[in-house]
C-alpha cells in the first residue's frame, strides 16, 4: 500500500465518528499464558453495590446483554473471556475488577488478576514503579494483591496473593450420565472446582482432545453440582461449581504437573487457571503433599505455565485453608474500540462452537 494513502487512512479512521445512538466501549485485549482477556475500561454502565458480589449481582441481572455482546461473536468467541475495571470499594484497592465469560460473570479469576495488572501498568492507568508495584484489586471473592516486576516501564512478571482457598471434599465421587461413577477432589481457590485424574478418561491433556475435554468436563460439572452442591461459608453466591479441572503429568519434565479447566459453558482455559492452581495448592497441603514455603510449576494445555506457592495457612468457616501465591506472565495483544449499532439483528451477540 501506498504510504501516504496509508497516513491518510490512518488519520480517517481517527477522525470518523460512530452515530450518537451507538453504544461504545474501549477496551486493551490482552492474554494470559495464551488466556484471552478483554480488560473493558470505558463505556460499561457504573454499578451501585457496596461490595463486589453485589455489584456482580446488578451486572447479571441488568446488563447480561452487553456482556454478551462483549464476549460472543461477531466480536469475540466461544472461549473470550473478559475483565470490567471499576473504582475500588475497600481502602486498599486501587480499582475494582469484575469477570467475565461465555456464560456469565465470574466470582475470581487468577489468570485475569495477571492480566489486568499488566493492563493497568503498561497503559500507564497506575504508575508503574521499578523494580516492582503493588496494586491492591477488590474481587467478587474478595481483596487481592498483585505485585508486578517492572523493568523499563514494563511489566514482566506479576504474582497475587490470592484468597484463602480451602478443600471442601477429597476422594469424593459422582455419578456422571454415559461415564459412570466418577472420583473427584473439590476445592475452593476463587472459585469451586471438581478435580478428577486425566488417567481415569485416557486423557494425555493435549489441545487436540479439546471436544472431548469439553463433553467431559461439562457432565462433570454439573453431576457433582446435581448431587452435592458446594456451599461457602461467606457468601451464597460464591457457592457453586464453576468447573471441572484435569489433572495429569507435566509434559514438561521441569514442571510439577498439567492443568486443564473446562469452566463456565464449556470454555476451555488456555492459561493453567490461576484459581485451579490455587486449589490445587488446598488439596496437596490437605494431603500432607506440599508444606509451607513448597513451589509447584504446573503447565496448561498449551505448555504455558504458572507457578504456585503456599504462602501460609489460615481457617475459612471451619474450613483448613491455605493463602495461595500464583504468578505468571501476560502480553497486550490489542487496543479496541467496541461498537455495538442498535439496527444490527446480532447486535448482542451469538455463539456457534
Given at each position: 500500500?501506498?504510504?501516504?494513502?496509508?497516513?491518510?487512512?490512518?488519520?480517517?479512521?481517527?477522525?470518523?465518528?460512530?452515530?450518537?445512538?451507538?453504544?461504545?466501549?474501549?477496551?486493551?485485549?490482552?492474554?494470559?499464558?495464551?488466556?484471552?482477556l478483554r480488560v473493558v475500561l470505558a463505556g460499561f454502565p457504573d454499578l451501585d453495590g457496596t461490595t463486589v458480589l453485589e455489584r456482580r449481582r446488578e451486572a447479571r441481572n441488568d446488563h447480561d446483554l452487553l456482556r454478551r455482546a462483549l464476549m460472543w461473536?461477531?466480536?469475540?468467541?466461544?472461549?473470550?473471556?473478559?475483565?470490567?475495571?471499576?473504582?475500588?470499594?475497600?481502602?486498599?484497592?486501587?480499582?475494582?475488577?469484575?469477570?467475565?465469560?461465555?456464560?456469565?460473570?465470574?466470582?475470581?479469576?487468577?489468570?485475569?488478576?495477571?492480566?489486568?495488572?499488566?493492563?493497568?501498568?503498561?497503559?500507564?492507568?497506575?504508575?508503574?514503579?521499578?523494580?516492582?508495584?503493588?496494586?491492591?484489586?477488590?474481587?467478587?471473592?474478595?481483596?487481592?494483591?498483585?505485585?508486578?516486576?517492572?523493568?523499563?516501564?514494563?511489566?514482566?512478571?506479576?504474582?497475587?496473593?490470592?484468597?484463602?482457598?480451602?478443600?471442601?471434599?477429597?476422594?469424593?465421587?459422582?455419578?456422571?450420565?454415559?461415564?459412570?461413577?466418577?472420583?473427584?477432589?473439590?476445592?475452593?481457590?476463587?472459585?469451586?472446582?471438581?478435580?478428577?485424574?486425566?488417567?481415569?478418561?485416557?486423557?494425555?491433556?493435549?489441545?487436540?482432545?479439546?471436544?472431548?475435554?469439553?463433553?467431559?468436563?461439562?457432565?462433570?460439572?454439573?453431576?457433582?453440582?446435581?448431587?452435592?452442591?458446594?456451599?461457602?461459608?461467606?457468601?451464597?453466591?460464591?457457592?457453586?461449581?464453576?468447573?471441572?479441572i484435569f489433572v495429569g503429568p507435566a509434559h514438561d519434565p521441569a514442571h510439577h504437573s498439567r492443568n486443564v479447566c473446562v469452566f463456565a459453558d464449556g470454555e476451555v482455559d488456555r492459561s493453567p487457571t490461576g484459581t485451579g492452581v490455587s486449589g490445587r495448592?488446598?488439596?496437596?497441603?490437605?494431603?500432607?503433599?506440599?508444606?509451607?514455603?513448597?513451589?509447584?510449576?504446573?503447565?496448561?494445555?498449551?505448555?504455558?505455565?504458572?507457578?504456585?506457592?503456599?504462602?501460609?495457612?489460615?481457617?475459612?468457616?471451619?474450613?483448613?485453608?491455605?493463602?495461595?501465591?500464583?504468578?505468571?506472565?501476560?502480553?497486550?495483544?490489542?487496543?479496541?474500540?467496541?461498537?455495538?449499532?442498535?439496527?444490527?439483528?446480532?447486535?448482542?451477540?451469538?455463539?456457534?462452537?
Open positions: 500500500m501506498n504510504p501516504r494513502r496509508s497516513n491518510e487512512w490512518a488519520e480517517a479512521v481517527r477522525a470518523w465518528t460512530p452515530p450518537g445512538t451507538w453504544t461504545r466501549l474501549l477496551t486493551i485485549d490482552a492474554h494470559t499464558e495464551g488466556e484471552p461473536e461477531p466480536r469475540g468467541h466461544a472461549d473470550m473471556y473478559g475483565c470490567i475495571v471499576g473504582p475500588p470499594l475497600t481502602p486498599e484497592a486501587d480499582v475494582s475488577v469484575l469477570f467475565t465469560h461465555n456464560e456469565g460473570f465470574s466470582t475470581m479469576c487468577g489468570h485475569g488478576i495477571i492480566g489486568v495488572v499488566k493492563v493497568l501498568l503498561d497503559v500507564g492507568l497506575i504508575r508503574p514503579t521499578e523494580p516492582e508495584t503493588s496494586v491492591g484489586i477488590d474481587t467478587p471473592a474478595g481483596f487481592v494483591r498483585a505485585t508486578a516486576s517492572v523493568r523499563e516501564g514494563h511489566v514482566e512478571r506479576t504474582s497475587f496473593i490470592n484468597v484463602p482457598s480451602f478443600a471442601s471434599r477429597l476422594d469424593a465421587e459422582a455419578d456422571v450420565p454415559e461415564v459412570g461413577t466418577t472420583r473427584y477432589d473439590l476445592a475452593y481457590g476463587g472459585a469451586f472446582y471438581a478435580y478428577v485424574a486425566a488417567e481415569d478418561f485416557g486423557l494425555s491433556l493435549s489441545p487436540h482432545e479439546y471436544g472431548r475435554l469439553i463433553d467431559l468436563g461439562r457432565a462433570i460439572k454439573n453431576a457433582v453440582q446435581n448431587s452435592d452442591p458446594p456451599n461457602h461459608p461467606d457468601d451464597e453466591d460464591l457457592g457453586f461449581v464453576y468447573g471441572t495448592l488446598a488439596i496437596h497441603h490437605a494431603r500432607g503433599e506440599i508444606g509451607t514455603g513448597e513451589s509447584i510449576v504446573v503447565e496448561s494445555i498449551l505448555g504455558t505455565h504458572f507457578s504456585g506457592v503456599v504462602s501460609h495457612v489460615t481457617s475459612v468457616g471451619g474450613h483448613a485453608a491455605v493463602v495461595p501465591e500464583v504468578s505468571g506472565r501476560a502480553w497486550i495483544t490489542g487496543r479496541n474500540e467496541i461498537l455495538i449499532d442498535p439496527s444490527d439483528p446480532v447486535a448482542h451477540g451469538f455463539l456457534i462452537r
